[in-house]
């Protein structure tokens, strides 16, 4: 680690009040030591990773940290504070802070030794050396491992006790396997890792994990994973290949709770074990799955869980959206809306004519469109009881347009199908057929589920929903169409691709599926609206350039791009580094665009594009008007926000000199 701090950044008398404070103190000694090339953007990066979650940690240690392309080098920088500064643990204020800054692109030799650091902040004699140390250059020294600080005698009673769980164990020690992961995969992950070891020693536990970080990822041995008797998942990121895990009580949580409550994790594996708990994964008989397995599922109540599956199945479907809604849209420009009528290129292609070329792509299209349904179901349940539950999802997604309960239907079907899996996956079965459940018993009884539900259940009053909604869609018009548009700009554009732009996005999509009126008029608010954040965000930089760092500014540049081609994320630098300002600013634009868009009757038969689609649009000069206006709005509002903060000299970017004033 002798590369990754130096004495020039250690600050045993930290002074900051907040952690923006201590991230900027500690950040400005790795500018100066040409580790940090651009100050503001460093530190945007460092809070859109704390916006993630607190870095906080039990035991009075801040460990902000990020990968960030202003980073030249894998760095660390260390400040000791006699106050505490609020970092989001549960037990208070933290006086050690740890900033790590990693390049976009670190190796993963640079990243084991910041995960070796992780390790060791679960150690309270390397702390306690840290917070009794004078000398920068010394406690740079025990940072990097120089010195390796003696841990604090355990107590005698302690030592007994341990001794005793040890005896106890003996015969036969309780195994436990266990996986860390955590967003960015530099330190939580490693510390839970590192906490969830300790307890285990100290309980006479044999304990094997699995760090799912970015300094790399080795699989346990299939053959330790068999011997285990529980497992435990201290994860904030999709446990990858958990198949792996399946057949065995799981304890499933997050990755903080693998730090701050390691023993009461392995208490609760214990205890599964002990009642027969299996997991509602489905055992891998095939041993480990390429690639990455399914989200896992995630714990909180059950409006999180629901949201996660949601967003599943619609993350999986877009690209059939994207892909299918821009063949047919080309088409149309090449051949005209008639061209959705041609007979099949199978027999009547012929190379010379556009209309056949027209008439492929929309035969593409078309093909690609009609798995959407499907694709949505089956990945909802994927995200509900993973692989076993994509067949089950599949068949009530084709089942759904076989009745014409459409978009709708394909939601239902994908949480029957789910739910199906995960009650079947809680039936005990003897130990010889748990290798054919996941392949041939599951998916079987599940699909009966599923198809009877949906043909003889439920699936006729959803068809009957779906078309009162296709209709009340085309019966829209004057205030209630604005209204719409209103609502629909708004979610498109408060979390900028999170899970209500998605939700907005996904209901303009459905539409698609049988297009009508109403359904291409709410397609071309969605996208008008999505565009605007990102090229008001563009706009602003532009014309008040004071009131922006310099990343900012390269940003905006970008972000001219990002939304003409309707990618709404290329506003979330700017969000991040102010949201107070910039999301509130972006809404109201969006909410302007989705009205007018609504109100001039704008429609769209293509799901993606921006710009680039506009001869597609129904009323395409009066569709650019309204992102035109929206994004005036958007850029006034947060003009005027941030110029509001301003004063002389109290926050333009270095390298501009003194701030500039802007009235209101």
Known sequence: MSEL?????????????????????????????????????????????????????????????CRSEHVTAPTLAFGRSRRGIDFGAADGPADLVFLIAAPAGADDDHLAILSSLARRLMDPGFTDALRAEADPAVAAALVRGEEAPATAPEPAEAATEKTATAERTAAKPFRIVAVTSCPTGIAHTYMAAESLEAAARAQGVVLDVETQGSAG????????????????????????EKGRFGGKPVVDTGVKAGI???????AEARAKAERGEISGIA????????????????????GVRLRTYLMSGVSYMVPFVAAGGLLIALSFAIGGYEIAGAKSVADHFVWGESASWAALLNQIGTAAFGFLVPVLAGYIAYGMADRPALVPGFVGGAIALTIDAGFLGGLVAGLLAG????????????????????????????????????????????????????DWLNGLSGSNAVILGVVLG???????????????????VGGLADPTPGSLKVMAAVMAAGMVPPLAMALATTLRRGLFTRTERENG???WVLGASFITEGAIPFAAADPLRVIPSVMAGGAVTGALSMAFGCTLRAPHGGVFVVPLIGE????????????????????????????PGSGAPAEDGPAVAVAA
């Open 557 to 559: 540049r970008a972000a």
């Open 217 to 240: 990822f080795e699989r346990l041995d299939p053959a330790v994973i068999a011997a285990a008797d529980a497992v435990i998942w201290a994860h904030d990121v999709d446990v990858r």
């Open 490 to 508: 708004l979610m498109m554009c408060f979390d900028m691709g999170g899970p209500l732009n998605k939700v907005a996005y996904a209901f303009a």
């Open 260 to 266: 701050n409550r390691p023993a009461e994790l392995i």
């Open 419 to 470: 739910a199906a899996v995960m009650a079947i996956q809680r039936v005990k079965v003897h130990p010889t057929l748990r290798g054919i459940m996941p392949v041939l018993v599951i998916p079987l009884l599940a699909s009966i589920a599923v198809g009877f539900l949906m043909f003889i259940v439920v699936g006729k009053p959803i068809a009957s929903l779906q078309n009162a909604l296709t």
């Open 283 to 302: 055992e891998d008989g095939a041993g480990p799955a390429e690639g990455t397995g399914g989200p896992s599922g995630p714990s909180g109540h059950f």
């Open 5 to 65: 701090i130096t004495a020039e950044l250690v600050d045993l008398d930290l002074s900051a009040e907040t952690k923006s404070e201590a991230a900027r103190s500690l950040a400005e000694r790795m500018v100066s030591a040409g580790r940090v090339t651009d100050l503001d953007g460093f530190l945007a990066d460092v809070a859109a990773r704390e916006a993630q979650m607190p870095t906080g940690l039990d035991g009075g240690i801040g460990i902000p940290h």
């Open 620 to 647: 395409p000069f009066l569709y650019l008007l309204a992102i035109a206006v929206g994004t005036a709005v958007s850029t006034a509002l947060v003009v005027v926000l941030k110029g509001m903060r301003r004063t």
